[in-house]
């Protein structure tokens, strides 16, 4: 019987409702900017915080992956 790693998960999705409450801004600027629904602006870019995108933020790539087959 195989379980799901329900600790990472948990701490991915707390980083990110973490990172959406504290700075909501950047996070869905990194989030659209990642899934190519923004422009290549250095404006932009100045949001968009790389950090955001560990391994470990297994949220994160869910949205951006989504994101990027819906649009």
Do not use: D
């Amino acid at each position: 019987m195989v379980l799901m790693p329900v600790p990472l998960m948990f701490g991915s999705l707390v980083k990110l409702a973490k990172a959406l409450v504290c700075e909501p801004t950047s996070t869905l600027t990194t989030i659209l900017y990642y899934a190519n629904l923004l422009p290549r602006n250095l404006n932009l870019e100045r949001l968009v915080r790389t950090e955001y995108l560990h391994q470990e933020n297994y949220f994160f790539h869910v949205l951006i992956t989504m994101l990027k087959c819906v649009w």
